[in-house]
């Protein structure tokens, strides 16, 4: 078994689903947020390899789905610097294993931990809340008491 660093958006539905097939996989789990880390344009991209830029963008982002990023026409440098300054807008989660680093859940090393899914186990990549008024929440919010 791995062990596996996974940054999440803190809250967020899907990546609780991911978290539990990685641990019910028989993995240990280094939990980090995505939203907090100390990121580097070096580093980010690192979890990104030879994808195409468009694919780097979490497609739930409000700044995605809006049309305000148009992924498809944004250059490698000029994701990063979007990233950097709005993580968000990174695709989630990001997950590193014995070195091997990937941005999504439908890419290697992931695919490798999990093993084929199930037929008709429900997909573990996308957003748990597509079209929802009230998506997963802001993790910056807080409850009032």
Not at 60 to 85: C, D, F, N, Q, R
């Amino acid at each position: 078994m791995a062990h596996v660093t996974f940054w999440e958006k803190p809250g967020c539905g899907t990546n609780a689903r991911q978290k539990l097939a990685l641990a019910n996989a028989g993995h240990t789990l280094d939990v980090r947020s995505l939203l907090t880390e100390p990121w580097t344009a070096e580093r980010l991209k690192d979890f990104f390899g030879a994808t195409p830029v468009a694919s780097w963008f979490n497609p739930a982002a409000p700044k995605v789905k809006s049309g305000e990023v148009k992924t498809e026409a944004v250059e490698a440098e000029a994701a990063i610097a979007l990233m950097l300054a709005e993580p968000l807008l990174i695709r989630r989660p990001l997950v590193e294993v014995e070195g091997a680093r990937c941005a999504g859940f439908d890419r290697e090393p992931v695919t490798s931990l999990l093993g084929p899914a199930a037929p008709g186990a429900r997909p573990l990549e996308g957003c748990s809340h597509p079209g929802e008024a009230h998506p997963c929440p802001d993790p910056g919010e807080r409850k009032a008491s």
